[in-house]
């Protein structure tokens, strides 16, 4: 009788430290038996007789029989090892197994044909309940954050998140419950119940968000697709009291006009930089990244609009902001555009870009250790927003974004630590500069850590 034991059936051919024994190594050869029955598994079809699966505790088994059925179909022993390892990362998916090792044996028994295998999955499940913490520094904030998790309720990969930060500037927490279809993962339906409270002094405002969403996730073809209805009562109030008239007018105003109606349509592409957007209606990107050996050049473009329905004014926590390390360096957080006594209120329509090119330390310091964290960066970053309160028609929007461009350049040094921490000082030269825009003379300093 011979064994094929896997952790991993990838890469193929059978052979190597995850799949144990090499093929020509499955069939012992002291008996004649044992040889003719190598012949057929190696040279001929083969049969799946039985499909076991062994390590379960609370995971219901018709949920893991959608994700295993393939492997039946299988007509020779490399194909059963092939799909044998598709069921195996299709049940690490529904992350309710710590572990997952598959074992291929030929059948016993009476009903045993010549030709026939069974597969064996043994499972590990994950703990009950797990629990999670971290802090993070960005942005001149530091924040504390606390998770708990219940995966695999009630046995069908259903999973139950509670998540509760604590910052310095912010705190939020809330409750999510993710339901997926037996069959289709992809198919899902998430729950939550939120707060969040948080504080944006260039505008001396401070906003609390109490709401409940659903959400309902789905392929259709080569792309996904997410339907989502959400309920917020939002809640807006003055930071400090030297907060301007036209942001006490603009708190006064959302009170009066809150409501749970309306429409939103966005369009997202992955983007390394993003422009602040408390709550826009609607914003895309595009980046294009080249990387020749250790040099990379990257180029980006993002934008957006917000257009109010049925007349009423934009609330200032919808608008769109603009400046910063993660936008347009060289201007304050934020700061760019309508402002009121020191208070930016944000525009409704923006774009802005970025073109940056990284490469090694001059001369290589380091080569081959720490000086291999460092990189130059020579930046391009352009950028505008304005309201869409003036002019008549789409044409003078356009023509009101492409007017009076904030601009910067500059050349400095970037430490990347991985996916945990990135520090960046600059050397920019802000342009453009309009009156009542806030821009930092010559150095800025980006610093983000997350520390688990």
């Not at 044909?113 to 960005?138: A, C, H, Q, W």
Request: neutral net charge; contains cysteine; charged residues 20%.
């Amino acid at each position: 009788m011979g064994t094929v034991h896997a952790k991993s059936l990838d890469p193929l051919p059978m052979h190597g430290r995850d799949l144990g024994v090499h093929p020509d190594d499955l069939i012992e050869p002291p008996e004649q038996e044992q040889e003719s029955k190598q012949e057929i598994l190696e040279n001929k079809d083969v049969v799946v007789q039985h499909v076991n699966i062994e390590g379960l505790g609370r995971t219901k088994e018709d949920l893991l029989g959608y994700e295993i059925s393939d492997v039946f179909h299988a007509k020779s022993l490399i194909d059963v090892m092939k799909r044998a390892h598709v069921a195996r990362l299709r049940l690490l998916r529904l992350g309710i197994f710590k572990d997952v090792e598959v074992l291929i044996d030929t059948s016993e028994g009476t009903d045993a044909l010549p030709n026939g295998l069974d597969v064996t999955f043994e499972v590990t499940e994950i703990k009950r309940l797990t629990g999670s913490y971290n802090t993070m520094v960005g942005n001149n904030e530091g924040s504390m954050v606390l998770g708990l998790k219940l995966p695999n309720m009630f046995g069908r990969a259903e999973k139950l998140t509670f998540q509760f930060s604590y910052g310095t500037k912010e705190t939020s927490y809330g409750l999510s419950f993710f339901k997926p279809q037996p069959g289709f993962f992809e198919r899902n339906l998430t729950l939550n119940l939120y707060k969040v409270t948080g504080q944006f002094p260039w505008s001396s405002l401070k906003e609390t968000d109490r709401g409940v969403s659903a959400e309902l996730n789905f392929p259709l073809g080569v792309t996904s697709h997410t339907l989502k209805w959400e309920g917020v009562w939002r809640e807006l109030g003055c930071l400090a009291r030297s907060a301007s008239f036209a942001v006490r007018e603009e708190i006064k105003t959302t009170f009066c006009l809150l409501c749970f109606r309306g429409a939103l349509f966005r369009i997202n592409q992955v983007s390394e930089q993003k422009a602040h957007t408390p709550a826009s209606d609607a914003h895309f990107y595009k980046v294009l990244r080249l990387n020749i050996r250790a040099t990379v050049l990257s180029a980006s473009l993002w934008g957006g609009m917000l257009y109010p329905i049925k007349g009423q004014p934009s609330c200032i926590a919808d608008r769109f902001y603009l400046g910063g390390p993660t936008s347009v360096r060289g201007f304050g957080m934020y700061s760019i555009g309508p402002q009121s006594e020191g208070d930016y209120l944000g525009g409704e329509a923006y774009w802005a870009g970025g073109l940056h090119l990284y490469t090694p330390l001059p001369f290589r310091p380091g080569k081959g250790g720490f000086g291999d964290l460092f990189r130059t960066h020579f930046f391009l970053n352009a950028g505008n927003l304005c309201n869409l309160n003036y002019g008549e028609g789409p044409q003078a929007h356009l023509q009101k974004l492409a007017e009076c461009i904030r601009w910067s350049y500059g050349a400095g040094i970037v430490l990347r630590l991985g996916n945990i921490a990135r520090l960046e000082l600059n050397y920019c030269v802000p342009m453009g500069v309009q009156s009542g825009d806030r821009y930092i003379l010559r150095f800025t300093q980006i610093c983000k850590i997350s520390v688990i």
